[in-house]
T-cell receptor
Framework: ETGVTQSPTHLIKTRGQQVTLRCSSQ?????VSWYQQALGQGPQFIFQ???????GRGNFPPRFSGLQFPNYSSELNVNALELDDSALYLC????????????FGPGTRLLVL | EDQVTQSPEALRLQEGESSSLNCSYT??????LFWYRQDPGKGPEFLFT???AGEEKEKERLKATLTKKESFLHITAPKPEDSATYLC????????????FGQGTRLTINP
């Protein structure tokens, strides 16, 4: 059984650019959640996808968007990058039923210059 | 507003010196409380889930407990390899099943 994987591991962008981060969920999981973790802070919920539909969103602007594909892998897109977008972006997968554990991938470290 | 607070922010112990980490929460509709371990630059690694007050879970040198307003992560006779940031999160349902995290406790075990 493979765990959650994310790509790329590291990324450097400049302000105003756009970025796409990718996540493959753990085998058998149909729900993917994305979190942003600033240095020294706990992860903050961005949004969640269940069976290819967004079913909840945190306090992030519309320039943060996502997709989930039929194989339950997912993308996080961020447009018009700002310096404050520099963070570790974490993807977590789960079975999507209440109280199910979310299992995290290794993260993508994004630096915006 | 749903809130999770962890204390202390950082804790330095000698190898073998037992201690406890605290996680207090104010949420509506708690579905579960989760503990994760995070090593520098890595994703959080799942440790425990607790669902109801009075519940306890153990794994090696770690034991997690839950009351109606807080959770404790007890670490007994820690080793240097237990050094990490320990994150507490509560699961709430607002459309999505989202995790609300505390800021973490950075634990250092000196040999």
């Amino acid at each position: 059984e493979t765990g959650v994987t994310q790509s790329p591991t590291h990324l450097i962008k400049t302000r105003g650019q756009q970025v796409t981060l990718r996540c493959s969920s753990q085998s058998g999981h149909n729900t993917v959640s994305w979190y942003q973790q600033a240095l020294g802070q706990g992860p903050q919920f961005i949004f969640q996808y269940y069976r290819e539909e967004e079913n909840g969103r945190g306090n992030f602007p519309p320039r943060f968007s996502g997709l989930q594909f039929p194989n339950y892998s997912s993308e996080l897109n961020v447009n018009a990058l700002e310096l404050d977008d520099s963070a570790l972006y974490l993807c977590a997968s789960s079975l999507g039923t209440p109280q199910e554990t979310q299992y995290f991938g290794p993260g993508t470290r994004l630096l915006v210059l | 507003e749903d809130q999770v607070t962890q204390s202390p922010e950082a804790l330095r112990l000698q190898e073998g010196e037992s201690s406890s980490l605290n996680c207090s929460y104010t949420v509506s509709g708690l579905r579960g409380l989760f503990w994760y371990r995070q090593d520098p630059g890595k994703g959080p690694e799942f440790l425990f889930t607790l669902y109801s007050a009075g519940e306890e879970k153990e794994k090696e040198r770690l034991k997690a407990t839950l009351t109606k307003k807080e959770s404790f992560l007890h670490i007994t006779a820690p080793k240097p390899e237990d050094s990490a940031t320990y994150l507490c999160a509560v699961q709430i349902i607002q459309g999505a099943q989202k995790l609300v995290f505390g800021q973490g406790t950075r634990l250092t075990i000196n040999p």
